[in-house]
């Protein structure tokens, strides 16, 4: 879900790190403005770091300003939030060149105007560069959301799970109806619009109900070593992210093995964030290589919206083990997300 606030996240990483980088290129073409004809790189260099080293402290100040009042400030009305961020960035920049013209190198009025009307104006065009990214993000979104839905509906799947409650109908009718029950369940959170977040604990339920449903088909074949016990309801992650790990370990790590095998899906909480692992044998070699790209990719893509660059998603192998891992934070969504 992305959030109804227009004020960009200022406690996510990557709005950080852009509002740095956007800053670095302004310097870079004010150097360039001012450089003499004729000037060589090393007087360039010279320039910039002295334009950075002046620009830079009342830059981080308000960044951090900023990040601590954004909590309270993504609740206030969209004008109001402005007006707080061209005071808040005006006044301490004001503060800086006080601190500067009195223990540094003394500074006219003259520069005190043109520092304020250049703070005023680095803080509209960040703001509408953020804004810009926000509402480019959109559309990224409901991209995203559609090829998710396509990329979960294997026919294989479906077509097996039917094939195997109907052999259980006359031997074992209460299974039957249960595998039923547990692939409707399945396909309508796989047809749902999945815009809100989901708890955690909702979505291991749902990785449980698919696994009883492949348990069907593979029985003895398909083990499961369950490792996410006391984990609080409270936790939301966006949906549909580790059951497409799931069914990759069972699709090319368990059913490939003619003596089948175990996969692991483990939850660890760690400071300000969970730790999600899951784990299967290594496939044959050769056996259906780079068919889990697809789901692995578009997660990728999903927690880089939701996230930006506070969620990772690493892929590696050991002890003939194929391992996925993703890392989330625990804050609340509307402090993390990108935007």
């Excluded at 450089?35 to 002046?54: D, H, K, M």
């Excluded at 830059?59 to 009042?69: D, E, F, Q």
């Excluded at 291991?204 to 074949?221: G, M, P």
């Excluded at 939701?306 to 050991?318: I, P, S």
Aim: with cysteine; proline share 7%; hydrophobic share 45%.
């Amino acid at each position: 879900m992305r959030k109804s606030s227009r004020i960009p996240n200022f406690r996510n990483l990557g709005i950080h790190l852009r509002v740095m980088l956007l800053h670095l290129c302004l310097w870079g073409l004010l150097t360039v403005y001012q450089a003499e004809p004729g000037a060589s790189a090393l007087s360039w260099v010279n320039n910039l770091t002295e334009i950075s080293s002046q620009w830079l402290p009342p830059l981080l100040l308000v960044l951090g300003a900023l990040t601590l009042w954004y909590p309270r400030m993504r609740h206030w009305p969209y004008a109001a939030a402005l007006a707080a961020i061209f005071l808040l960035a005006t006044g301490l920049t004001a503060w800086c060149a006080w601190a500067y013209n009195r223990w540094i190198v003394p500074l006219s009025p003259t520069h005190y105007g043109q520092l304020l009307g250049l703070c005023l104006g680095d803080v509209l065009l960040c703001l509408y560069y953020l804004d810009l990214l926000q509402r480019a993000y959109s559309p990224a979104i409901a991209e995203a959301r559609l090829q998710a839905l396509q990329a979960r509906i294997r026919p294989h799947f479906l077509f097996n799970s039917l094939n195997a409650a109907l052999s259980l109908i006359r031997s074992q009718p209460q299974r039957a109806e249960q595998a039923l029950e547990d692939l409707a369940e399945l396909f309508r959170v796989l047809m749902a619009d999945n815009r809100a977040l989901v708890p955690l604990t909702q979505e291991i339920a749902l990785c449980r109900q698919y696994l009883a449903i492949e348990a069907l088909r593979l029985e003895r074949r398909l083990q499961c070593d369950w490792q996410c016990s006391d984990l609080p309801p409270s936790l939301m992650i966006p949906p549909l992210i580790l059951q497409p790990l799931v069914e990759n370990a069972v699709y090319h790590g368990i059913e490939p093995q003619p003596a089948g095998g175990v996969v692991k899906i483990q939850v660890q909480l760690e400071a300000g964030s969970v730790l999600l692992r899951i784990s299967n044998p290594l496939p044959p070699v050769n056996d259906r290589a780079g068919g889990n790209k697809m789901a692995i990719n578009n997660i990728r893509e999903r927690l880089r919206l939701h996230y930006d660059l506070e969620a990772q998603l690493r892929q590696y192998t050991t002890a003939q083990q194929y391992v996925v891992e993703i890392s989330l934070p625990t804050r609340p969504h509307a402090e993390v997300m990108h935007g």
